[in-house]
């Protein structure tokens, strides 16, 4: 088994004359689709609409394959030459489509019998939800020469701080008890089993940040308030606003959720209080011991290990679920270890024409490694799911995003607790737990962090110190007395890529959105077995073309009140009078 990830079925290298013709090809296909938007017009609706729904696919399908081989040499390298000059000239090459977007979305927007038309033709069905929120969208969009004037000022601008972000993480040396190692490795330390170790880890990667801290508070400053600017120029509300819209997600929706996650905060404090105990601590845990195991359940897996065990868990599940584990780890689609000049943190990024998905992790051999490839399989999974829907409709937003991925550590999680003896289950309900604070305080505390610095840097400009009391603020107000105030962690924008998008803004709520979603979802998975698996797949699969509550509905689910919220909150609230009790 190889523990790199293999990009042959893209490209065989930049050398490979398959990639060389379709980066030669970029302004050519770019050329055909503008004629064809140019010539709509003198067509009638229906004949228009099928017109560039058949050339716009063909495109995406085209530039996916370039930008997704791009990306995935970047994210393991992010320091190879070859690489980020062949993304800087994608990506000015691709400037050139914001006018030709500009003019689509008007044409159809300007069609007044759109839904009208849909309806009684049965070749735009499918394009339903893809054209009507086109039309919806259009208030937004800005003359054709602005929107290109933005795009093309984005490039030196939000883009190139992002890649400032990545480099300087993924580049980053951190000096640890006389040696150097890379930033994904120290922050791995974090789930080691010495105290002494974790809390050197802690400090060392604290000071580490010390070097880049003023680089990033420049790119984070002016990648928000770029997002801020141009929120204001769409007539937007907010960038929380434009955020939601994006997600196809209610404002009702986010205030349920925060408000049941806001009256079950005191409860995860107790927990955290009660591992704090565990470890001796009196003021509540050191953020070096958030992460920190706990109970007898300090088994190590090799990497072949970790397969035979998702395999063994997901056997109850789903046969195609255990076949694309098999297709991930025997076909190299997962890139494993850690090493200088990989980003940190693990992903998965579909491969819709060759219908696959690559997976990124820093595996550390422990069972939360386990847990994140199972997480980065839902991903995959849910990707499995919309592999046949056309390319216009295989585009789900953030919320939906995190749900099929916060499902699978369910599965994961549930069938080691059942497995477990008295200490290991110990251990396992304080892992979930451990995991599941991570998606409610942590999450809360960077919803509360961003929203702050968007609201603040339209004033001032942020230094890395003011950033730094910010996160503080928001992780007291999220983990409360749960936490020790003397050892917080006051970099964690410094570390967290969520924050560097001047395209993405507040991915922070899908994660808590996804958690309780997912754990709403496999509840019900429980008490219908196997007649539930058909319902959750048409679920995924029609995550790209529904809204985030039309979803839910599919399997009765009402996201916009606070009950289905509490039950799942409920849920964990047992959990951890059950570690507590257990802790005792």
Not at 156 to 162: D, F, K, L, N
Not at 326 to 355: H, Q, T, Y
Request: a negative charge; proline letters at 2%; charged letters at 30%.
């Amino acid at each position: 088994m190889k523990y790199e990830w293999s990009l042959n079925c893209l490209y065989k290298g930049y050398e490979d004359e398959n990639f060389q013709k379709d980066f030669e090809s970029i302004d050519n296909r770019i050329k055909a689709l503008k004629e064809v938007v140019d010539k709509a017009t003198e067509k009638t609706h229906l004949e228009g609409l099928l017109s560039i729904i058949k050339e716009l696919e063909t495109f995406e399908t085209f530039v996916t394959n370039l930008y997704s081989y791009l990306a995935l040499r970047s994210s393991v390298n992010t320091t190879e030459e070859e690489t980020s000059r062949y993304t800087t000239i994608f990506q000015k090459k691709y400037t050139q489509m914001i006018p030709i977007n500009a003019k689509m979305y008007a044409y159809i927007a300007s069609i007044e019998s759109l839904e009208q038309l849909i309806k009684e033709n049965e070749a735009l069905w499918e394009y339903e939800f893809f054209l009507l929120d086109i039309k919806e969208s259009q208030a937004h969009r800005l003359d054709e020469k602005v929107e290109e004037v933005i795009g093309k000022m984005d490039l030196t601008g939000g883009r190139a701080w992002e890649k400032l972000f990545d480099y300087l993480t993924s580049t980053l040396k951190v000096d640890y008890k006389g040696d150097v190692v890379t930033l994904p490795e120290i922050r791995n330390k974090a789930n080691d089993e010495d105290q002494e170790v974790r809390k050197e880890a802690y400090e060392a990667e604290l000071r580490s940040y010390e070097k880049i801290k003023d680089s990033i508070a420049f790119a984070l400053n002016n990648i928000k308030s770029q997002v801020s600017m141009v929120t204001e120029l769409r007539g937007y509300e907010s960038p929380l606003d434009m955020t939601l819209k994006q997600s196809n997600m209610k404002r009702e929706t986010l205030d349920a959720m925060f408000s049941s996650m806001r009256k079950y905060l005191p409860k995860f404090h107790e927990y955290l209080k009660a591992k704090a105990s565990m470890l001796g601590h009196k003021n509540g845990l050191p953020w070096y011991d958030l992460t920190a195991p706990v109970g007898e359940f300090n088994k190590k897996y090799s990497i072949e290990e970790a397969k035979e065990y998702l395999v063994s868990a997901f056997s109850h599940f789903s046969e195609d679920m255990v076949m694309l584990i098999e297709r991930a780890f025997n076909e190299e689609w997962i890139d494993f270890l850690s090493r200088e000049g990989k980003v940190g943190g693990a992903f998965c990024l579909a491969v819709p024409s060759k219908k696959q998905s690559r997976i990124l992790t820093n595996y550390n051999y422990n069972f939360d490694s386990i847990n994140t490839l199972a997480h980065e399989l839902g991903h995959a999974y849910h990707n499995l799911q919309i592999e046949n829907n056309s390319s216009l409709n295989q585009d789900y937003s953030m919320p939906v995003a995190e749900t099929a991925s916060t499902f699978n550590e369910n599965v994961i999680i549930m069938k080691a607790i059942s497995e477990g003896t008295k200490e290991e289950k110990l251990s396992l309900i304080e892992n979930l737990l451990s995991n599941t604070t991570q998606i409610i305080c942590d999450i809360y505390s960077r919803f509360l962090f961003e929203d702050t610095v968007f609201h603040r840097c339209e004033e001032e400009f942020l230094t890395a110190d003011r950033l730094k009391e910010i996160m503080i603020q928001a992780q007291k107000e999220a983990y409360g007395d749960g936490l020790d105030e003397n050892y917080l962690h006051p970099y964690m924008w410094c570390c967290k890529g969520h924050y560097y998008s001047s395209s993405l803004s507040y991915y922070n709520f899908p994660y808590a959105f996804g958690g309780l979603f997912s754990m709403g979802l496999y509840a019900m998975f429980e008490e219908e077995g196997e007649s539930f698996v058909p319902k959750y797949k048409e679920l995924l699969n029609k995550t790209p073309i529904k809204t985030v509550e039309d979803v839910a509905k599919m399997v009765g689910i009402d996201l916009t009140t606070e009950d289905f919220w509490d039950k799942s909150l409920s849920y964990f609230a047992t959990l951890i009078d059950e570690f507590i009790s257990l802790s005792k």
